[in-house]
Structure formats: C-alpha cells, structure tokens
C-alpha cells in the first residue's frame, strides 16, 4: 500500500478550498448497507477523541457511540452539502461516494469494507478501492494508525480545484450504484432450463 508522510507535501503547490465556518471538519460515510461497520465507527471515535475539530459519521446500520455526532441516512443533497462543507472525507469503499466526494473535489480517504470482518458478501469494495489507489484517486488506508496519517495529509493539503467529473467516472458511479443494489438483493436462485 502506498501512502505519503504530511511532511513529503511542498503546501505551497497545494490549492486550498476553506471549509464553512462552524460545520464539522471530518464527514465519515459509511453507506447504506445493511452489514455493521464498526471497524471505521471505532476509528473515528478515536481520532475524533484527539481532535478538537468536529467529526459527523453518517452511520448506516452501525451503531453509533455517544462521543459521536451523526445520522443514521443522508438524502442526496444532504450529502452533496456536507460534502461542500467539509475538509475530509472518509467513506467506505463504495463506487458512489467516493465518486460524489470526488466530484466534490475531494479526495477521499477509503477503509473499504472487508468481507473477513462481516463488513460485507465479498471483497468487491477491496478490489475497486485497490484499483482507484493505483490511479492516485483515493487514499486506501487499512488500520487506525494509516488513517490518522491520512486524515492529517489530507487537511494539510486541501482539496483539489480541479472538476474531475468526467463521462468515465459517471459510468463508474452508475456501475457502482448497479452493484451495491445487486448485493443488497443477495443471492438469485439458479435460473432452470426450459423445458421444450
């Protein structure tokens, strides 16, 4: 896994976009799949202990500790507006958020969830946050200590000023949007042949 040091960063090459003023600084978004994700909900509680910046985790099916402040469901343009209003996102590895927090000229910070913690059916989230780390869209992180790096890099070098929402990432958000749906259906019985 690759992954930069703050310190590697010359900040003066670095666009910056202020945040609003008064909102949290850190927006954690777990998805809406039904499989509990408290891998990340215990991460963030932990660096949001740290931080005297606040942090909303919109928490899906996860319960969500007292520490924390969030929700449960976010419509669209409810994240749209977080989104615009934040320094930092965390998602989970799902197509459409991080294209959404893309388009919002971020980039975002991934824990994808893994399928060896009941974090989902399989291994798909892996493969595609993999995928987009090779091209340096995202920042893949896999432990507390390689997302406090990457929350801190992140800060430090703002977001981009650049529109990357291109035809290529609309059909990856529809592809993404296909798939999550296909997961939450589960499993189709096998389809017999007909009979003549």
């Given at each position: 896994m690759r992954f930069f040091r703050s310190s590697d960063v010359d900040t003066r090459l670095v666009p910056w976009v202020p945040r609003a003023l008064g909102g949290p600084c850190v927006a954690v978004l777990l998805g809406t799949?039904?499989?509990p994700f408290d891998r990340l909900v215990r991460w963030s509680e932990a660096l949001a202990a740290e931080?005297?910046?606040p942090w909303f985790v919109q928490h899906g099916s996860t319960r969500l500790p007292r520490t924390l402040s969030g929700r449960r469901m976010l419509?669209?343009?409810e994240v749209a507006s977080l989104m615009e209003?934040?320094?930092?996102?965390i998602t989970h590895g799902g197509p459409g958020l991080i294209m959404e927090a893309r388009s919002a000229r971020h980039t975002p910070i991934v824990v994808p969830r893994d399928p060896?913690?009941?974090e989902h059916v399989d291994g798909h989230q892996m493969t595609f946050a993999r995928h987009l780390e090779a091209e340096g869209k995202i920042h893949?992180?896999?432990s507390l200590d390689t997302l406090r790096e990457a929350v801190e890099l992140v800060r430090l070098m703002g977001r981009t000023n650049q529109d990357v929402?291109?035809?290529r990432n609309l059909t990856t958000t529809r592809f993404?949007?296909?798939v999550d749906e296909l997961h939450r259906q589960g499993p189709r019985p096998p389809r017999l042949p007909r009979q003549r």
């Open positions: 799949d039904h499989h931080s005297a910046e419509g669209g343009r209003s934040v320094d930092v996102v060896a913690h009941g893949l992180v896999d929402s291109d035809a993404g949007a296909l």
